[in-house]
């Protein structure tokens, strides 16, 4: 019976998610249609909408803060560069000095292991003596409870049934796809559980850091790592599911190691592979170059999560964090992130912008406002919350909110560790990329305020408050997300969405205007409080990510602390 009121609770956010997609899919066409017709059909709008391109929706490609940011680098201008253009440009002059290194090889044993005739020829077996079972069975549970909770990618019952079996009665293979799979599963597992258990790097440097195991550049779990892209060759060219889940486990391991352009090039495989748009949201965070996939992700429909009660420890796996619901609001999301690149950007169509400025309309920004909040409102009891209720617990409808807060801002040096859930790193993420939206929708009025003071107006300003509203206090830059960084999705993204809102929030010390409505509207020191939240996300990670160390050099030359 409670599995059953699982099921009709799972399929009733499943189909509320798909409700709101369904109102966007008709969205520019709604909006257009209200657009006052002398909007549209003035000679300088047509003028615009064949001359005028969108506005960037990163800061610092804006020429205002180039500007400002040139004069104030001085000798450090020339990082700018990169940032300007973002994407595989960034990551390629970033990190073509930085590769992931290779780690000393497991010594192997091998093994003969007995064939049936007719049985498939399992070829050359090795074990690793340093790999116990019960080194295989630890690692491969952090791993489904930790980022398999994020990707729910693999099923567990799947994995605990034939997987894991086989490479314990036979060992690992060279050209063996359950091998592969396996050491990448522990791989992720070690990297996991180090990132949770060990000490912080940098323990001398007196700051507390949120990174975890590994040793500067090389991460925790290279060596399982290794072994598995040793063997990755024979799997490149094939094309089945077991593959495709190959590819994602590679660049979710190099994604968290913070190679991004090796993450991108294994996201691009999976993609190639299974013929349907798999990685597209974080592509487009990254502004990376998509696969020829996108036409089809429309009717891609959500997934569907099925646990069984007669597998115990698979199904406690999947319900503990209650990760489908975490999984599919993001993915609801992520369609809603799309639609606003589309219609308030570089791509949005020109009939949807204002005459000057490169100010969009403001009924489609209400519409996007509109629709992000009906994201919100439709989440379950255990996902939602109130703007109010940011930093509290997930609670039911009707009952208090607990008396410690979920997320704080900073934590004394000394107090003993937090307990580590991992549904607290989820929420902190979604929370954070719901923010992270809200400052995109507003993002243009903060553009008008930078480059066209003299036409802001009222409404413009309070639009600019939302924005500026929502660049603080992102749940994944407090306490106790932070200190898990090894397990949080998205490092790539995270960083360069935390530097461009910095950027913003620092344009609020150089314009006049945004001057006045910081004054005004935010209490003393309710900035500096998220700044540095902020600063300390990008300094922590500047030390295993080649970009957050570019972004740092830049960050400490204008937040001199």
């Known amino acids: 019976m409670k599995a059953n009121r699982k099921d009709r609770s799972l399929g009733t956010i499943t189909e509320s998610l798909r409700r709101i997609e369904a109102k966007l899919e008709d969205l520019p066409r709604q909006v257009a249609e209200v657009i006052p017709t002398r909007q549209r059909s003035s000679p ?39 940032f300007r253009e973002g994407g595989l440009v960034l990551v390629a002059e970033i990190e073509r000095f ?42 491969s549970t952090c791993y489904f409870e930790s980022f398999n909770s994020t990707y729910p990618l693999l099923d567990s019952q799947w994995y605990y049934a034939n997987i894991l079996p086989k490479i ?43 990174l975890r195991g590994g040793v500067d550049h090389i991460p925790p779990g290279i060596t399982l790592f290794d072994e598995a892209r040793a063997r990755m060759g024979f799997e490149m060219t094939l094309y089945r599911l077991e593959h495709v889940q190959i590819f994602i486990l590679a660049a979710l391991f190099y994604g968290q190691s913070c190679r991004h352009s090796d993450y991108w090039r294994m996201c691009s495989h999976a993609c190639t592979s299974c013929k349907a748009l798999i990685s597209c949201g974080v592509l487009l965070d990254l502004e990376f170059p998509t696969v020829d996939l996108s036409a089809l992700e429309d009717i891609v429909p959500l997934p569907t999560f099925m646990g069984s009660d007669d597998n115990g420890e698979a199904q406690r796996m999947v319900t503990k964090p ?50 992000l909040d009906g994201w919100r409102s439709l989440l379950p009891n255990g996902l939602s919350w109130h703007d109010d209720q940011n930093e509290e617990m997930p609670h039911p409808m009707g009952e208090p909110s607990p008396s410690e807060p979920l997320f704080v801002g900073h934590r004394p040096p000394k107090s003993p560790p937090q307990p580590f859930e991992i549904s607290d790193i989820l929420t902190a993420a979604l929370r954070s ?101 902020m600063l300390d996300w990008i300094r922590d990670m500047a030390k295993i990510d080649a970009v957050a160390e570019r972004a740092w050099s830049i960050l400490e030359q204008l937040f001199p602390m």
């Open 433 to 533: 990329r719901y923010q992270y939206v809200r400052v995109l929708i507003y993002l243009p009025y903060v553009y008008k305020a930078l480059t066209a003071p003299q036409f802001v107006s009222d409404d413009d300003v309070q639009f600019c408050i939302m924005c500026l509203r929502a660049c603080l206090r992102w749940p994944i830059t407090m306490s106790s997300p932070k200190e898990h960084k090894r397990l949080l999705p998205h490092l790539y993204g995270w960083t360069i969405s935390l530097l461009n809102v910095l950027i913003i929030l620092y344009m609020t010390t150089k314009s006049p205007l945004l001057r006045g409505v910081r004054e005004n509207n935010f209490a003393a020191g309710e900035m500096e409080e998220s700044v540095a939240l």
């Open 44 to 82: 300088a709008a047509a003028a615009a909408e064949t001359s005028q391109p969108g506005i960037s929706r990163r800061p610092l490609s804006w020429q205002v803060i180039q500007d400002v940011l040139e004069k104030d680098l001085n000798d450090r201008a020339h990082h700018l560069r990169a």
């Open 98 to 139: 930085h590769s992931l290194p290779a780690a000393s090889r497991l010594e192997a044993q091998t093994i003969s292991v007995p064939q049936h005739p007719g049985s498939p020829d399992l070829g050359r077996r090795v074990v690793f003596p340093c790999v116990t079972l019960e080194m295989m069975q630890g690692l």
């Open 322 to 371: 209650n990760f489908p619901y975490h999984f599919l609001a993001q993915v609801s999301l992520r369609h809603v992130v799309a639609r606003v690149y589309a219609n308030l950007y570089e791509t949005a169509p020109r009939s949807l912008y204002g005459v000057s400025h490169y100010e969009p309309s403001r009924y489609m920004v209400a519409e996007m406002a509109r629709q």
């Open 168 to 210: 314990v009665r036979v060992g690992i293979g060279d050209h063996d796809t359950e091998s592969i799979i396996a050491l990448l599963v522990m791989a992720l597992g070690r990297h996991a559980v180090d990132g949770i258990t060990t000490e912080p790097l940098d323990p001398e440097s007196g700051r507390f850091s949120g």
